[in-house]
């Protein structure tokens, strides 16, 4: 098993910016990948960013060149920095952890982040 706890949500106003952290552990050793991934009411959980071991990233189109993500491999962390954030970025956000990309994965309880017009 694997626990995640997130942490860094808030309320922050157009333009703002705010970081996320996770801190993973337990069975620590069988994860590949980190990411995060968000869902706003009404909508499906959706990808944001994930980082492999190998610190390779994917983004969604929706956050490029706002959003970044890295991890801390020493102290089993992974972060994502958020930068001019919109209103439509706005939702529950999930860190997840998994040892393929394609899942199963393990899920943190969620940080809410809104962010106001």
């Known amino acids: 098993q694997v626990k995640l706890v997130e942490s860094g949500g808030g309320l922050v106003q157009t333009g703002g910016s705010l970081r996320l952290s996770c801190a993973a552990s337990?069975?620590?050793?069988?994860?590949?990948?980190m990411g995060w991934y968000r869902q706003a009411p009404g909508k499906q959980r959706e990808l944001v960013a994930t980082i492999t071991n190998g610190a390779s990233t994917v983004y969604a189109d929706s956050v490029k060149g706002r959003f970044t993500i890295w991890r801390d491999n020493a102290k089993n962390t992974v972060y994502l920095q958020m930068n001019s954030l919109k209103p439509e970025d706005t939702a529950v956000y999930y860190c997840?952890?998994?040892?393929?990309?394609?899942?199963?994965?393990?899920w943190g309880q969620g940080t809410q982040v809104t962010v106001s017009s």
């Open positions: 997840g952890a998994s040892s393929f990309i394609t899942g199963p994965w393990y």
């Open positions: 337990g069975s620590i050793f069988s994860i590949n990948v």
